[in-house]
């Protein structure tokens, strides 16, 4: 691994009171180098779009400690841009005043604030419908705005929650494609949080598998695949991690529903 450039050690996070309370997470440790591709995937409930939050600084936690290139993370900052899969645009501001406002937010002053937003809506190939409304723009339209602005202030980590779930299968593999394009030339460490397995294999360098209940990291899987990656998952070297990763969550799940009441599962 390259350098660290986004540690968490012993995080714990618990939700509730008293007898009622329940351990979300439990002693998370997690590396992840400059410049790398990481996914983290797990059974719904294992904590993973929590534990971006607390990575984020939108959550606490009630132990442990994030560090960005050896510092401790205490809230939100512009070294990491976050993604959602509500896009979260402004929608009474164009696609490019989106960006403008974020920019000022984070500080950007003067001239600089167009120049960049005009910059980074080319940069997902919007240059056409900048001046367009949220409204008046497709689902990948508005998620190629939410990349943009996230990237505008130059974060050094970008953390994405489902950001593509929302997506037509066409419209997903083409912002897959975007995003690790993206990804490629300007290098920035990625933090993605996904469901979808063969999307967590199409994008990452290492795919973090989560066991569930409360949310550990139960293994990390490299993905030894060269790069730009082909779309046929059924090629030999996608199809051994897409086993091997898809049989470890299948695992948490199954594991996890034996434990629950049956009135719970159903």
């Known amino acids: 691994m390259t350098t660290a450039k986004l ?37 719904s409930g294992c904590g993973k779009s929590t534990l971006l939050s607390i990575i984020a600084g939108l959550q606490s936690a009630d132990r442990g400690v994030i560090l960005v290139d050896g510092k401790p993370v205490n809230g939100p900052g512009r070294d990491r841009g976050v993604v959602f899969q509500n896009y979260t645009l402004m929608p009474w501001l164009t696609a490019q005043q989106n960006i403008e406002f974020a920019l000022r937010a984070t ?49 050094k980590i970008l953390l994405m929650d489902e950001p593509f779930g929302a997506l037509d299968a066409l419209t997903r593999r083409h912002m897959q494609e975007l995003l690790t394009g993206i990804w490629s030339r300007h290098k920035l ?22 066991s569930a209940q409360p949310g550990r990291i139960k293994e990390s899987v490299v993905i030894d695949l060269p790069r730009p990656r082909g779309e046929d998952m059924t090629a030999p070297g996608y199809r051994e991690p897409y086993r091997h990763v898809l049989g470890s969550i299948r695992e948490e799940a199954h594991r996890t529903a034996q434990l629950q009441p049956f009135d719970a599962v159903i």
């Open 7 to 43: 540690k968490v050690e012993g995080l714990c996070r618990v939700f509730g009171e008293g007898p009622a309370a329940w351990t979300a997470l439990d002693n998370i440790d997690l590396t992840i180098g400059e410049n790398e591709f990481v996914s983290l995937v797990g059974a």
């Open 107 to 155: 500080g950007t002053k003067g001239a600089d604030i167009h120049r960049i937003a005009a910059e980074h809506i080319a940069l997902v190939g919007l240059e056409k419908f900048a001046g367009h409304y949220p409204a008046q723009l497709s689902g990948g339209m508005k998620q190629r705005v939410a990349i943009a602005r996230a990237l505008s202030y130059r974060p």
């Open 189 to 210: 460490t990625v933090l993605f949080v996904t469901h979808d397995v063969e999307e967590a294999i199409f994008l990452s360098d290492r795919v973090v598998v989560m």
